[in-house]
Structure formats: C-alpha cells, structure tokens
C-alpha cells in the first residue's frame, strides 16, 4: 500500500464546527481528505477560548492580538478579539510564532506540502528560509487593492511559495498581470456541499416565509451581512436599492437585512422600516435564506477581484440567483441572464429587481440557472481533487523549492 500524502494546512480560525465564517469549505475539505488518500493535519489560528473537543486533526495556536485605533469598524464590541487578529499588524506580529510552530510540525509530521490557507501579509516573505525546502502553497481568495502599497506587498507576501492558488479565474489573470509566473498559478474555485445546500422544498420555504411573517406572493431579498470584500459602503448600496424598489412598489417586495453576531449593533435597528427588516439571529437568517427569492450583494470597490465570496456560492446551491455589481471575477458566479445580473447603481438594481418579481418564469429559469452554476463549477468535491492533484504534484517534485531571489 502507497503512503498516504501528508498535507499541513495552516490558516485562521480552521474549528471543527460550522460557523458563520468562511472556514466552512475548510472543515468540508478536511472531512473528505482521508477519502482521497492523505493524511491532513490542520494549524489553525484562533484566539477563540471555547473550543468544543474533537476527533480532527486540529491543533491550536493563539495569534497574538493588536488593537488597533478605530480597528475593523464591521465588528461589535462583544467580538472585539476578532478586530484584534482580523488585521495584517496581528499577522505580522504573529507571524514568527506561527513559523516557529509550522517548523516545529514539520519536523514531527514530516508533511509533503504545508498549504497555506490565509495570507500572513508581506513578512510571509520570509517563510521559504524559515521552513527551507518544504514544498509550500498558498490560497488567494480575493484581490482588494484599497491600501498603499497592495501590489508590493502582495508580491512579497506570495514569493516564497512555490504554488499560488486563487479562488477565481479573475484572480489568476491579475496575479500573471503582476509578474508572478504562470506556472505557480493553479486556479481552484473553493465550493460548497452541493447535497447539503440544496434548494429548499415547497414546505421549507412555507415554513420559513411564516416564521419571519412574510407573506407567500411577497417578493424577498436578502442581504447577508459583511463579508470578506464588503462593509459599510456595500450596505449603504443594498439601502438605496431598497428604498429606491419600495418608492416604487411596497406592497410586493421584502428586503431582508441580516447581521452576523459578530457584526450586528442595535443601530442598525434604525434601518427599518415598511418592507425593510433587521435580523441578527443565525436561525432568522437560515430562514431568510430558506424562503429567499434574491439574494443581494454588491462589492462597491472597482478594483476588487471577487473569490467569489463563499456566501454566492452558497446561495447558488440552493437554487437563489444573485444581484451583485460589475466586479471582476463576480461573473464567474453570478453568469448574466443565468444566475443572476448586476447593477452599476442602486436605481438600475432596484429596476432590475422590479423587472424580476414581475416575471415568474425568468426567476423560475436564474433560479434553475443558479443551481446549475453551483453544481458545475462550485462543487466542494470537485475543489478537493483540484487540490489533492495538486499537492500530488508537489510532493513528487513537479514543482522545484521556488527561491525568493
């Protein structure tokens, strides 16, 4: 019998449970990794306390915090840890503890590629001569160049890996526009179960509609909270498009506002009104995403690359098309006329969604559309053989040590 392929995967907030984060894929990609012959082993980053026991093959690291001022104003003061690590100052700062404890499983684990989930920022550079001829790999979800510098410091942060692995096609062509070489670039959409999101049935979607008191002929759009690329801008759109599409019609049209735990502040409560509701509840927004007919995101910031974020890909599973905004890589997703469309300002979304819950047979067909889309290009199982090829590739010497020069 051949040795198994021994993989460390190394990333923030990698739990044995499902959250509201995106680490979902993450503990779906480790749950089907024996399957296919490897042997994983995760580090993850957390300063979470409460960690359930388990049977995976998790250990633990704690980050060391930063508080910075104002820090990520999208965080409550209840999940004011978060803010402390959900910034590239605490990964910096983290970053030689984190090395010390790769070297130090590497040694134990002998693993054939340590796979790096998150980006520790521009210090990464180092990695190659702290870890030396280990065969490393790293994840690129998204490209968000809002900051001075986010080219250089992308470039630094990605030079000691000897492969690169973006979440969109988008992502790939842009980091081949910065110089990296085409042969350290392998495009692996991340995905989702798509037995286990599947579209809700006639009685769930009956069922959900009564428990949050929206009517069955009530046309409902759902905003699901910050994500990875979006924040206070992104839902300032989503507002305007609401008032905008309920200047013109209340009577037909919902639009769900739902808040992470993590993000909600009673403020927020201000926002409603007539056809415009607040959840922050994890069981109210499963509802809403049961009973949901739309799902709306927009990411405002024209020179983002969208992963796609994990929540579309979500949402297409379960049969929801998307409105989003022109970003680059988004129509890897949301394919217009199929899985959705996108808007460039709030009044032509909020005519867009009007022109949708007119039209029963076209949301019948992007809501099929949207399903497809999941199945055949966002299916988790299908991301784990991309990366089990892969890391079978590396560990074989396909690809030599890549040398920061």
């Not at 690590?85 to 340590?114: A, H, M, Q």
């Not at 790096?116 to 790999?137: I, M, Q």
């Not at 009517?215 to 498009?241: P, S, Y």
């Not at 796609?308 to 599973?317: F, G, K, Q, T, Y």
């Amino acid at each position: 019998m051949a040795d198994p392929l021994r993989v460390l995967l190394v990333g923030s907030r990698i739990l044995p449970y499902r959250h509201n984060g995106d680490k979902n894929f993450w503990l779906d990609v480790l749950q089907r990794l024996p399957a296919k012959g490897v042997d994983a082993t995760v580090l993850s980053i957390t300063i979470d306390d409460d960690v359930p026991g388990s049977d995976l093959p998790i250990r633990y690291l704690r980050p060391i915090p930063v508080y910075l001022e104002g820090g990520d104003t999208r965080f409550n003061a209840d999940h004011r840890f978060l803010t402390g690590t959900n910034n590239y100052s605490s990964k910096t700062l983290s970053l030689g503890r984190i090395l010390r404890k790769v070297r130090e499983l590497c040694r134990e684990l002998r693993p054939d590629v340590v796979h790096f989930v998150d980006n520790y920022g521009p210090a990464t550079v180092v990695a190659r001569e702290a870890l030396g001829s280990t065969r490393l790999a790293i994840s690129a979800p998204t490209y968000d160049p809002n900051r001075f510098l986010y080219d250089t410091f992308l470039r630094m942060s990605f030079r000691s890996f000897d492969a690169i692995v973006p979440f969109s096609e988008a992502y790939g062509q842009r980091l081949c526009e910065l110089g990296f070489e085409p042969r350290r670039i392998h495009v692996i959409r991340w995905g989702v179960d798509t037995d286990r999101f599947a579209p809700a049935t006639p009685e769930e979607r009956a069922s959900a509609r009564r428990a949050l008191g929206v009517d069955e002929d009530t046309f409902l759009v759902i905003w699901t909270g910050f994500i990875q690329q979006t924040g206070e801008r992104d839902l300032a759109f989503t507002l305007r498009t609401a008032e905008h599409a309920l200047r013109e019609d209340s009577g037909r049209i919902t639009f769900a506002i739902c808040f992470k735990g993590e993000h909600f502040r009673d403020e927020f409560r201000r926002y409603e009104r007539a056809g415009l509701r607040v959840f922050r509840r994890p069981e109210e927004f499963r509802a809403a995403r049961a009973a949901a007919d739309l799902l709306h995101s927009s990411i405002v910031e024209p020179n983002s690359t969208a992963a796609p974020p994990l929540v579309w890909v979500e949402s297409l599973a379960l049969g929801i098309p998307i409105s989003t905004t022109p970003v680059l890589g988004g129509q890897e997703a949301v394919v217009p006329g199929e899985s959705g469309f996108a808007a460039r300002t709030p009044e032509e979304s909020a005519r867009q969604i009007l022109e949708l819950a007119s039209d029963p047979g076209r949301l019948k067909r992007l809501r099929e559309g949207a399903r497809r889309v999941a199945v055949e290009r966002f299916s988790v199982d299908r991301s784990v053989d991309e990366h089990v090829e892969l890391w079978s590739r590396m560990a074989v010497g396909e690809f030599a040590p890549h040398r920061v020069g």
